[in-house]
C-alpha cells in the first residue's frame, strides 16, 4: 500500500455514516471510500507527509498517544474508528476540531521547524533536508488551512491512511 494520508470533513450525515461502522473494520472502509468519492463537505489530501507532520507535533513520535493534546490529535490522535491492519482511521469530534484548530494557529513554527531536524532520519523513514522540511510545512499549511475551515463550518474529521 502507498501510506497516502487524507482528512475529509464530515457534516452531521457523513459523522453518523462513519460512526454507525465503528467495530466493523470492512465496512467502515468501504463507508469511507463511499464518502471519498462523492461530496463530502471538504477533504485534505496530505501524501506521506502526514508521517513528518505527526512527529514533529508529537515531540518525534509516531504513536496516537505520544505528544500532547490537542497537537496529538491532528493527525493520528483522534479516536481511532478501524482496529484491524491495513488502514489508519482517526476522528475528531467537531468540539476536538475547533481545539485542533485553535492550536494550529497558534502553532510555533520555530519549534516545528526544530522537531524536524531533531527527528531521527531512521524512524522518519526518508532524508531530512530542506526539500523535506519544505514538503511537510506545504501540506501542514493546507492541513491547518483545513481544520480552519472544518472548525468554522461545524464538521467533525477524519485521518484515513494506508498502511
Known sequence: MACRGYF???DDECTALVLAEDGNDRRLIEV???LDMRDVPDQCSVDKAWDG???????????????SYPLNA??????PLHEGE???VSFNTLAEVREIAAALSDLDMQ?????????DPDELGMARDAA???YLTTYLADVVAFYQRAAQ???ATVFVVDQ
Open 153 to 155: 463550518a461545524g464538521w
Open 111 to 119: 519549534r516545528f521547524t526544530a522537531m524536524y531536524w531533531a527527528i
Open 53 to 67: 507532520i505527526h512527529r514533529c507535533l508529537t515531540e518525534g513520535k509516531l504513536g496516537s498517544e505520544d505528544g
Open 8 to 10: 475529509l470533513a464530515l
Open 32 to 34: 469511507i471510500k463511499e
Open 132 to 134: 523535506g522540511l519544505q
Open 74 to 79: 491532528v493527525v493520528l490522535g483522534g479516536l
Open 86 to 88: 491495513g488502514y489508519v
